[in-house]
């Protein structure tokens, strides 16, 4: 390795929000990164539970040379065996999300609390999953988007995903949400994703009206003001389908609450009862809002343990 090589790789999963997990942690770790975006090959669909890149395209594996890095970050049972080949060669392997399989030939698994890990000393639980919106982007997203400050506060950011295996949320849930969201202030700030569908975010839209707001929908053309709306927002209404939602909102300080978008598996209700359990979040409609608290740097805890590893 060269002095012009970084140290570490990141494993990026074609999914934006797994990526997310280990992006965040590189960032926060300070360092120079290379980032290897992963592609799969057919072999991905099977169970592969040991140290092969047999997971990837022909494309991808062709990426995996020496000079090898000292540390590589990756997230999601894929990318895995993908990590473990490169421990085989001396690298050290920090990986987000239970693998299912050899958790303890990881240097780190840093896995969300409302997934049960087991204790074991390489183990670091958190709450939530890590994520890419540091206070310096916030802080950056607050004067890039400054004109949301024009609107009235108090401001509550409506955050809509939909039902997990679902095609949709059903209009009428978006709709419940968005009148409740409505009563907390005195403008809204809202964002459908791919997951809220056309029907409820149209529905949203007419809830809406009246109301002093900005709706961003999916796919909408401009730059996308999530972050800003994260930055401005005086207390969140997020749908417990996202980990990825629910663990952005809880780096602002502003008070959350937990909506159900219908459809929700185990594993997200464990998630919104770990938020309440520990008082960083309160189920919409419950009649009580959580009180004042610190914004949540869980990737900022990881990063200082992964550093230790270069």
């Known amino acids: 390795m060269t002095s012009t090589d970084p140290a570490i790789w990141v494993l990026a999963d074609p999914r934006a929000g797994t990526a997310a997990q280990a992006l965040g942690i590189a960032e926060a770790i300070g360092e120079p990164f290379r ?19 047999a997971g990837l395209s022909r494309a991808c594996r062709a990426q995996f040379a020496p000079p090898w890095p000292r540390l590589v970050i990756s997230a999601g049972r894929r990318a895995a065996p993908a990590a473990l080949w ?38 670091l639980p958190i709450l939530g999953a890590t994520h890419r919106m540091p206070q310096a982007r916030l802080a950056a997203a607050r004067e890039e988007f400054a004109a949301l400050g024009t609107l009235p506060p108090p401001r509550v950011a409506l955050l809509l995903g939909g039902p997990v295996r679902g095609e949709a949320m ?18 809204i700030l809202a964002s459908a994703s791919r997951r809220t569908g056309l029907a409820a975010t149209d529905a949203l839209a007419r809830a809406l009206e009246g109301t002093p707001h900005r709706l961003f929908r999916w796919g909408d053309p401009g730059p996308n003001p999530y972050a800003g709306f994260l930055a401005w927002a005086d207390l969140l209404v997020v749908t417990g389908d996202s980990v990825s939602m ?18 929700l598996g185990s594993r997200h209700r464990l998630l919104s009862e770990s938020l309440f359990a520990s008082g960083l979040a309160a189920p919409l409609g419950a009649g009580t809002a959580p009180g004042p608290r610190a914004a949540l740097d869980e990737t900022g805890r990881v990063a200082t343990r992964a550093r230790g590893l270069l």
């Open 86 to 123: 490169l421990a085989r060669r001396g690298v050290r392997t920090v990986h987000c999300m239970d693998p299912g399989f050899a958790r303890a030939r990881f240097d780190m698994l840093v896995i969300g609390q409302h997934d049960a890990p087991p204790t074991r000393p390489n183990i």
């Open 246 to 263: 629910l663990s952005e909102s809880l780096a602002t300080g502003a008070p959350l609450l937990v909506a159900d978008p219908g459809g």
């Open 35 to 53: 980032t290897m975006p992963l592609a799969w090959s057919p072999f991905a669909r099977l169970p592969l539970r040991w140290a092969t890149l």
């Open 170 to 187: 059903d209009p009428a849930v978006a709709v419940a949400i968005a009148e409740q969201a409505k009563g907390l202030g005195a403008s």
